[in-house]
């Protein structure tokens, strides 16, 4: 088997390099040729979203994984075009190629389809409501992936965090350093997710006989917001000697901290599914809060 993975130095991509090592050769793609570590991979720029399908014919793997997505929810909202290139046209170019190969193409999207009015957790076929760019981009690409026809694995997913990439928990550490007090959303809900679980449940799903297609939740288990998430980050890293004192983390509203482009409210979302169809158990999201913790403490 040969998997390529878009988006190689992403917070989920760097776990996928991991994670589908087991299931054979693994290549990935960055947009600068390079991976973290130094070392030189494929090009692929979703900028140039006509560029990929010679790649694709060049490399003519059996599985591909899209990690790479233009991330930055605020930053959508004055660069349009560019975050319907990268989430939307990228992705219907690679499913089309996909889907004409018979390749299997894995895809992750995100809760911000939702708009958050929701009162239980949102089933993979809730309608959605994207509140900003950066949404409909994803809702966009989810559904260009699935009208080009192949086999595919949609991955909803929401707050990701890692050791490495551009994330809350890094950032909460961070300002925890420099400042007394953290003011921190509170009426803002949702499952905090580590990349290492998408990936690995990736990799199970890949492995999974049943050549499944559709649309899944991938989120860790339960729910908190992002007060309750930064109290949870400094509690675990003050409990393992990582800082010698937390900041005090004081609870606000969505109003007090205005952004540009507005969050769901709620976006828990229902992972039963994907527990059911593929035999996959996902811990507490204090679980990886712990572990991301310990691995940033052996760096
Ligand atoms: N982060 C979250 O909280 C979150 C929440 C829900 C869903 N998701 C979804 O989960 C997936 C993985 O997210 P992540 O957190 O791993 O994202 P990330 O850490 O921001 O990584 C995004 C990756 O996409 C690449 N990329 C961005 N624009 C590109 C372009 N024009 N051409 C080629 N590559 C480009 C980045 O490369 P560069 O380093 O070169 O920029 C990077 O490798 C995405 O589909 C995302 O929408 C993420």
Redesign the pocket.
Known sequence: MTVLV????????QELLRALAPLGEVIA????GALPDGSACEV????QPGSLPALLDRLRPSRVV???????VDRAEQEPE?AY???AQ?PGVIARWCAARGAPLV??????VFDGRGTRPYLPGDATAPLGVYGRS?RDGEEAVRVAGGRHLIF??????AAH???FLRTMLRLGAERDELRVVADQIGTP?P?AL?ADATARALRHPGGLSGTWHLTASGQTSWHGFAEEIFRQALAAGMIERAPRVTPITTAEYPTPVRRPAYSRLDTSSLETDFGIELPDWRDGVGKVLRELAQR
């Open positions: 878009f988006g190689g130095n992403g917070q989920v991509g793609t960055t947009r600068s692929a720029d979703f900028d899209n990690a790479a997505a233009c991330t930055a560019a290139r990268a989430n990228a895809h992750y999207s995100t809760d911000y994803k909803r997913t929401a707050w990701v965090h990439g551009h994330n997710t990349a998408i």
